[in-house]
């Protein structure tokens, strides 16, 4: 009921007619699933509405676009297979095969459509690929480095110097140097990568100039392997081939995978999100040294990192579709393992120290 909610609300948000009717018709393919189980329940419960979490993935589509949602409709397709294999088990209906891979699905609904076109396809592929590695996940991820990283580092530090002033000054310090360490890593990455598709998208021009019969070829070869008809790949490639740039534009995207609006985003500003995502995490084990020492602050430290990790594992659920409670307190699990090592660790140090 979930998928079919979201893929509904896409369809409704969608501008071009064709990828809109593919959200459609995933969104009844899902409402044909769930009326399924009930009829082979024999109950006569009425259908669930959407889950909170779908209702926050539909407020997070409306205020930052639905490209985000669809990008974790992506990532849970896995889960909710599962989930849909387990139950037609259960209940010894037979496996159809659709079950398995819905993002197949969504391509051959496209490819199905009479008036399909390059553009289309083109532009739900390189949206298919774009979306999965969003920038909520990214703000989800950098905070959790940031407070796992630092809560380690904190309670170590804490367990040699039970809790006194260098806790704080060894706090500010990992999350300064993690911060700037996570800015730097993500501006090289976004550079680089940039960098490396410029080229590519270069020498896929000087293929275009020099051989457009053999790019022609190419890309409807692309097409028919898509499960086009070889006679209408032609004819798309052929129309594409006629305006160089468009022509361009599109073998980038299909033969190479590049989308070219990707390229537009700032290194800098990917940094700068990358470090601040990272240091709000990293100050949450800090804050109590602040104000107050000794086993107190360790104490308070640790709750408002158990919460904060918490909190984490449940923002995790948006895209995995898990449980809120097994996630947030499986990271809260893991992160207070990580720290009581570190803390375990650092009181040796500190007595050996001592001694």
Known sequence: MDA??????????????????????MSDIEMGHAEAFLKKQNT?????????????LDRIGKIFGYD??????????????????????????????????HVKILRSLLYREAKVTGTNVARFESRHRSVGGN????????????????????MGIAGATAGQSGVLLAGVAGLLAGALSMALGEWIS???SQELYENQMQLEMEELETNPEGEQKELALIYMAKGIPEQQSHEMAADIMRDKAHAHELLVKEELGINPEELKGSAMEAAIYSFILFSIGAIIP???????KGTAAIVISVIASAAGLFLIGSAITLFTGRSVWFSGFRQV?????????????????????AG
Not at 4 to 25: G, H, I, M
Not at 286 to 292: S, T
């Open 4 to 25: 079919c909610f979201l893929y509904k609300r896409l369809a409704e948000a969608e501008s071009d007619s064709t990828v809109a009717n593919v959200f459609r018709q």
């Open 44 to 56: 006569a419960t009425p259908l669930p509405p959407p889950s909170f979490r779908a209702r926050v």
């Open 68 to 101: 985000y949602v669809l990008g974790a409709l992506m990532d849970t397709e896995k889960s909710i297979s599962n989930a849909l294999m387990q139950a037609k088990n259960k209940s010894g209906a037979a496996l159809t095969g659709s079950e398995t891979n």
């Open 135 to 154: 920038a909520l996940r990214a703000a989800v991820l950098g905070g959790n480095d940031g407070l796992v990283s630092n809560f380690s580092l904190v």
């Open 190 to 192: 976004v550079k680089s």
């Open 286 to 292: 800090v804050l109590p040294f602040f104000f107050i």
């Open 333 to 353: 699990l893991f992160g207070l393992v990580a720290a009581a090592i570190t803390f375990s660790i650092g009181k040796l140090i500190g007595v050996s120290l």
